[in-house]
Each structure stands twice: as structure tokens, then as C-alpha cells.
């Protein structure tokens, strides 16, 4: 067996059934490019050959009254690739409205946490403006965050790709293993008891970074707090119904832009984002006077010797949404998040991931219904939204013999924050999800199409 950090535990614990906390991603498949042809049943059968060297697959969670620490993960001695892997049509025309209104349902459906907590979704009957191709299905795919973070997330995804359309699957690999109850017990009172010692090593790290943050205000050097975040109308409580929406743009264009202003890529995607929540609002007549504040998972994956799947940390990036100038827009973003990302090291990698081996699930629970329930998600947002940036592949790739034509990636959202923005780089192409709640953003495909038009922008601008 294989306990949980205390980070991967948080999101189990912070999960409602109006807050699930799964990470989803909409891919778009050329059929055309399977050896053979494709049929359903081959795509199921290459599927379970990789399951077999992906143990993170085959795994669920265990867990005993008597254990005082976080659940852990074992081998699912029953598991079955059926329970997991789903074939549906997609209703006419089968257009990208249809394959959205689709994924946001299963988007908002939570995984059985009696089984390994992941889905896969294979859609068929794929067609519209955007999937000429005849040969084109959708897959949607469902992982819980308590297993991956953005980079193992896109690690496991590409295990079921390969560079080659009739790769040979990869060797079987060995999961954790079982865990009586009793083990887990034991082994979650040994932990229970060695954590006054894992306090003591925190602490001074943590007053190191409360010193380094007092030091960085007085010089204006720190990166947005937490809590300064205007409102806006996507900061409210969240129902447990989800819509999505899509944007892809060309990669070369996002690197046009970075080499012509000195910027990094990054950069220019928040500079992407903050254009298009100006847009978006302006027209509303609903854009805060203050800058939108972004939450922004930062990767410490080889920067920690801490165990976990989720190896991340944080920073709060100001999007500077309140100047109308794209250019200057651009260089306060990068100038902001050069300061973030500096303050965020000061602070240290490992923080977020030490303070929450002490997480308790009854003190999660309550926080979070309490926060849900009261007006202080509209009146003191945490943040605006979520924004992650995950790098991938510049390669073309085959996802079970079949192209990847795009690959959405789209995160959880959160009482008061109740929009998530994920971009992924994949073979030339900016992929872009945005995921949301309908009662907060009824029309998403509004915002996901200005990126179109926010690229437009930075593109004929000038320094």
C-alpha cells in the first residue's frame, strides 16, 4: 500500500457534492491514422493493454475508523476495464455545442470512490464546425486531483500516447500492492505520533517565509494576496452542474508575441486571459476598477523530496485587467509575475505540501460549507479564478493508434472561484479549456471565443 501526502488527502477532503475535485481533458481523435481501422473494441483492447504498465490506474483508496493519518492507496483486486472505459453517441448535428453540453455533464458526475478514481469517456458521431474529419471521435477523460497534479496528470496521459500510430504497448509494471486494516491502521498512528517532530521542522521555514514576504512589502516586491481579488460574476457559490468550452490557437503566434516583447510564453498566456475577462466583462459593463487576481499552480517536481502526487505550490498573480493598453498590459503581467515567482521561491517549494500532511478532514469539511454557505465567497473572493499553463509534446501524438488533434485540459473549480482557464501546448497548438459552473457563466463559448480575437490584439500590437 501507498499512503497519501497530505496534499493529495486535501482534495478529498475538500470534494462536495456541488465542489467535485476531479481534473477532466477533452481530446479530439483522427480515427483515420488506428492500424486496422478503428473499431471501439480495439481502442478498448489497446486500453487495457497500457492499464497494465499504468498501476496509478489500478489503484483505489483504503482506508480504517481507527486510522488517525491520511487514506491510502492499494491494488484493486477486482478492478475491470468495463467499470472505467464508456462508448456514447454524440446527439446531431454532433457539433462542438453538442460535445460540449455532453462533457460538462460528465464533467459534473463524481467518480465512485470505491473504485479506482478514474473514467474515460469515448465519444462517437463526432461532426461540426470545428471536426470536419469523418473519422473523428472525442474522448473525455475523468482523474481525481487526489491522484495527479498537472504534470503527472499529463505524465499518465502520455503513457496512453505515443509517437507512433502502432507503437507497441509499454511492459506491465507492478501496483503498491494491499494493506489490511489493521496495517493501515498501525502505520497511521505511527505517523499520527511522529508529527509533533514534522512540526517542529516546519516552523522555522515557515517564520523564514513570513520574515522573507514582511521584508519583500516593504519594498513592493511581493506577488498579490490572497483576498484582495475584486468581485466579479464568477465569484459565488457553485452548483455541482459544469459547462465547458474550447479555444485552440496557433503556438507560433504565442511565440511571435513573447520574442517581440521580451516576455516568456507564460506571459503571454495571461496576457491572452486577462484580455479576454476585460473583453468579456467590459461588455457586461461588469469589469472591476481593480486588477483580476489569478491563482496559479506552480510544478515543484524536482524541486521536492517530499512523497505525493500532487508535487505543487501557488502563487497569485495579478492580471492587470484594469489596463486598457494590451502592450502595457502585457509588460505589468510580465513584470508581476517575475515578482510572484521570485516571492514564491523565497517562501519555499515544500510549505503548501508540509502544512498539509496536518490536514484533518472534519476541519476541510466544515471550512469549506461554512465559506460556501455565507456571503463571504462574493464578498472576500480567495481569487478571481484558476489559471494553469502545462507544457506539452511538440510532436504529433497517437492517443490507442489515433492522431491527437487537440487536447483541452480542464481543471476543478471552487466555491467563490467559479472559472478555471488550463492551456496546454501540444504540436503547435495552444490548447485552451475553460470550465465554469451555468448558473454563474451560462455563456462560456462567449469568453472562449474572444481568445481568437485577444490573440488578434497582442499580435498587432507593438512595443
Known amino acids: 500500500m501507498q499512503r497519501l501526502s497530505g496534499l493529495d488527502a486535501s ?13 477532466c481533458s477533452a481530446i479530439e481523435l483522427d480515427t483515420s491514422t488506428m492500424p486496422g481501422g478503428y473499431s471501439f473494441d480495439k481502442l478498448r483492447e489497446a486500453m487495457a493493454e497500457r492499464i497494465k504498465a499504468m498501476p496509478e490506474f489500478r489503484e483505489k483508496l483504503a482506508d480504517n475508523p481507527l486510522n488517525l493519518d491520511h487514506p491510502v492507496w492499494v491494488d484493486d483486486e477486482n478492478f475491470h476495464i468495463d467499470r472505467h472505459l464508456h462508448r ?5 448535428p454532433g457539433g462542438r455545442a453538442e460535445m460540449a453540453e455532453v462533457c460538462g455533464h460528465i464533467a459534473s458526475l463524481p467518480l465512485d470512490r470505491r473504485r479506482p478514481l478514474w473514467e474515460m469517456w469515448v465519444i462517437e458521431g463526432v461532426a461540426g464546425t470545428d471536426c470536419h474529419h469523418a473519422g473523428r471521435v472525442g474522448v473525455f477523460t475523468k482523474v481525481h486531483h487526489a491522484c495527479v497534479d498537472g504534470v503527472t496528470g499529463a505524465n499518465l496521459l502520455s503513457q496512453l500516447c505515443t509517437t507512433e500510430a502502432d507503437a507497441p504497448p509499454p ?28 512540526l517542529a521542522n516546519v516552523v522555522p521555514g515557515t517564520v523564514a517565509g513570513v520574515v522573507s514576504t514582511a521584508l519583500r512589502a516593504l519594498e513592493g516586491q511581493t506577488m498579490a494576496r490572497p483576498f484582495k481579488a475584486p468581485r466579479t460574476v464568477f465569484n ?3 452548483s455541482g452542474r459544469r459547462n465547458i468550452a474550447y479555444a485552440q490557437l496557433d503556438l507560433e503566434d504565442v511565440k511571435t508575441v513573447r520574442g517581440r ?20 466583462l467590459a461588455e457586461r459593463d461588469a469589469l472591476p476598477d481593480s486588477s483580476l487576481v489569478a491563482s496559479v499552480p506552480v510544478s515543484v517536481h524536482g524541486k521536492s523530496d517530499r512523497q505525493g502526487r500532487n508535487q505543487v ?34 517562501i519555499g517549494a515544500t510549505l503548501l505540501q508540509d502544512w498539509t500532511q496536518f490536514a484533518a ?17 462574493e464578498s472576500f473572493p480567495v481569487h478571481n479564478l484558476v489559471v494553469s499553463n502545462v507544457p506539452g509534446p511538440q510532436v504529433p501524438l497517437y ?31 495552444l490548447n485552451i479549456g475553460l470550465i465554469s459552473c451555468p448558473e454563474l457563466l451560462p455563456d462560456l463559448w462567449e469568453m472562449a471565443d474572444e481568445f481568437a480575437v485577444a490573440m488578434e490584439e497582442l499580435l498587432a500590437t507593438r512595443p
Not at 403 to 427: C, D, Q, R
Request: proline share 5%; with cysteine; net charge positive.
Open 88 to 92: 456514447i453517441g454524440l446527439p446531431a
Open 399 to 429: 492517443m490507442l493508434g489515433c492522431e491527437v488533434k487537440a487536447m483541452y485540459p480542464l481543471g476543478p473549480i471552487f466555491h467563490g472561484s467559479g472559472l478555471n482557464i488550463t492551456v496546454m501546448s501540444l504540436n503547435g497548438k
Open 236 to 238: 459565488a457559490s457553485i
Open 361 to 377: 478532514p472534519a476541519v476541510f469539511g466544515v471550512a469549506m460549507r461554512v465559506y460556501a454557505k455565507t456571503s463571504l465567497t
Open 171 to 198: 511492459e506491465p509494471v507492478d501496483g503498491v500492492g494491499g494493506g489490511s486494516g489493521w496495517q493501515i491502521a498501525a502505520g497511521g498512528l505511527f505517523r499520527f505520533a511522529s508529527r509533533p517532530l514534522q
Open 313 to 346: 505550490s501557488a502563487m497569485f498573480s495579478d492580471l492587470h485587467s484594469h489596463i486598457a493598453d494590451p502592450a502595457d498590459r502585457l509588460r505589468a503581467i510580465a513584470d508581476a509575475n517575475s515578482i510572484a515567482k521570485q516571492h514564491s521561491s523565497a
Open 11 to 23: 482534495f478529498l477532503y475538500l470534494e462536495t457534492s456541488s465542489q467535485p475535485m476531479h481534473v
Open 261 to 280: 516583447f521580451g516576455v516568456k510564453v507564460n506571459d503571454v498566456v495571461m496576457a491572452l486571459v486577462s484580455g479576454v475577462l476585460r473583453q468579456y
